[in-house]
């Protein structure tokens, strides 16, 4: 589930967002959870110096569907299409294609482009090129359709090119987070001409893309179930990259995966499988880095007619669960307790990052509280005679172990819990086809969020779902948290977007619409020849090869 990264014009205004995340600071450090003292987070390695001729990248979560950025969340992305905004290692904003981008008042967005940016071919990006990339994601199949919500619906007002580098967004109401969904994919610009001419075939394999970053995909440089090559594009406006030719392999098993970086058969990869820990940090052919990610494991309910719809029984699990015999058993040392959905990296760097930090530390620590977790079943008053089914992912090492936690809790609380695990395409199936949630009481999911901010990833979970709520499969509806994430979204200022959301937080953490287990950081490994590569979450949105190079 994406991290990925939420609805009636002013309270539309909570609809689906951008998925934003958290964690601690850029180079601070955190103890790792299993007694080995501290981990040093780094999130950018210094940058290579030497140029290097070709470099192997695994993809840990296989060969992607498509390289289309309004359509696809995956690593590949960044390294090609740039976005108007440029995310941070350290998950702040500062111009990309883009001088500028700001509300000149409450619903009219101006952005001036830079004038010496090129796409592969050489040609200049214009205005109606970014006027098309963004309406690319107005299209409600777009995953960054909630980031584009309260965008004027009609195309001759919402987006308009008003200079040849000037693009104007005009919106039904205001809107606190659309700036920052500028800074992920949302914000990717693409050739109009070259997308229109192919189409619906637009980022796949036989279509391919034209964009302005630092690596090129040539045609035929993608061959469908072996590899993507992707070469340096030496007219590139922010310095042309080191590595000459940038192939990513896809490698999803984690031992296979392990195997070939410590004996330096593949050169790095992101998301490395914690269970190699002890590998990854021996006497291998690379380094493990770890910095800060967004990224958080969870379980949530799946019906509104379960029991798990009740947020006594959700209360009670979480108070079953020890947080720190998880960490060190699911995620090897290698996370932190997260409080609740949305962690602090995704807003440190946010303006009002004082009054979001002061709420999160003001919410309960998850503690153990097996008496008192009873007390809530018995007083739940569910029919608990028909066992709860949490579903899982099947070969899924991390997710098997959280079940088997889940259900242990269970077991010591008085709740029958058994484990579904489903094949991956009817576990993913699951999240938008009801039909395949039938007989499932429980979801357990890890998710992430791209993007600074912290309104889209619990809206998912906790509007009504014509709101936006479209994984609020168990029929929550407060009014207040709606209103006050409604005011939120159209706040005019930080101050009162920031107040506004913890004050919805207050109401929504102790109902766990989420229960979230673990945060856990960024893993990457790369070879001791190589440095450069982003090391934090913003990978995701940033080109985070673009400093790739030998020592």
Request: charged content about 15%; aromatic content about 8%; some cysteine.
């Amino acid at each position: 589930m994406k991290r990925i990264g939420i609805a009636a014009a002013a309270v539309a205004c909570a609809s689906l967002l951008v998925l934003t995340a958290c964690a601690p600071r850029d180079g601070g450090g955190t103890d790792d959870g299993d007694g080995n003292g501290e981990i040093t987070l780094v999130d950018a390695q210094p940058a290579g110096t030497q140029p290097v001729d070709e470099v192997t990248w695994a993809i840990a979560e296989g060969e992607p569907a498509t390289l289309n950025p309004a359509s696809s969340a995956n690593l590949i992305i960044p390294n090609l299409c740039d976005n108007l905004l440029s995310l941070q290692p350290d998950f702040s904003i500062e111009p990309g294609i883009a001088e500028t981008a700001e509300f000149v008042d409450p619903t009219t967005f101006v952005i001036t482009l830079r004038d010496d940016v090129t796409f592969w071919d050489g040609s200049p990006v214009t205005a109606d090129d970014v006027v098309y990339s963004l309406q690319q994601s107005t299209n409600p199949a777009s995953q960054w359709y909630g980031a584009f919500a309260l965008v004027v619906p009609d195309p001759a007002v919402g987006i308009v090119a008003t200079a040849p580098n000037e693009v104007t967004v005009r919106f039904v109401a205001p809107d606190s987070t659309f700036r920052d969904a500028l800074a992920g994919q949302g914000g990717a610009v693409m050739q109009k001409a070259f997308g229109e001419a192919v189409g619906d075939a637009l980022g796949t394999s036989d279509g391919g893309l034209m964009c302005t970053g630092p690596y090129k995909l040539e045609e035929g440089g993608w061959t469908p179930g072996s590899d993507i090559v992707t070469t340096a594009n030496e007219d590139y406006w922010n310095g042309a990259p080191l590595v000459k030719e940038l192939t990513y392999t896809f490698v999803s098993d984690g031992s296979t995966l392990t195997s070939a970086l410590t004996a330096g058969e593949i050169d790095g990869a992101f998301n490395v499988p914690p269970s190699s820990r002890a590998a990854f940090e021996g006497d291998g052919a690379g380094t493990l880095t770890v910095g800060n990610s967004t990224a958080s494991y969870s379980f949530g309910p799946a019906s509104s007619t379960s029991a798990a719809a009740n947020p006594q029984i959700r209360q009670a699990l979480s108070m079953a669960i020890d947080r720190e015999k998880y960490l060190d058993t699911v995620v090897n040392g290698l996370g932190y307790v997260q409080k609740t959905l949305v962690p602090p990296f995704s807003f440190q760097s946010m303006d009002a990052a004082s009054i979001y930090e002061a709420g999160y530390e003001a919410l309960a620590e998850p503690t153990v509280d097996i008496e008192g977790a009873k007390k809530l079943v018995e007083s739940s008053g569910e029919d608990l005679s028909v066992p709860l089914v949490v579903a899982v992912p099947a070969g899924a090492t991390q997710f098997q172990q959280t079940a088997a936690i889940i259900q242990s809790a269970g077991k010591e609380i008085g709740l029958d819990i058994q484990i579904n695990e489903m094949q991956a395409s009817d576990f993913g199936a699951l999240f938008y086809d009801p039909s395949k949630r039938e007989g499932v009481d429980f979801v357990a999911t890890q998710g992430y969020l791209e993007t600074p901010g912290v309104l889209g990833y619990p809206s998912l979970f906790l509007l009504p779902e014509q709101l936006g709520g479209f994984f609020n499969w168990s029929g929550y509806d407060n009014p207040e948290v709606t209103a006050h994430m409604a005011a939120a979204r159209n706040a005019t200022d930080p101050t009162t977007a920031a107040e506004e959301y913890v004050a919805a937080q207050e109401i929504f953490a102790p109902d766990y619409l989420q229960v979230t287990l673990a945060g856990t950081y960024q893993l990457t490994y790369l070879s001791k020849d190589l440095t450069g590569v982003v090391t934090s979450i913003a990978a995701y949105s940033s080109p985070w090869a673009l400093h790739l190079g030998g020592k």
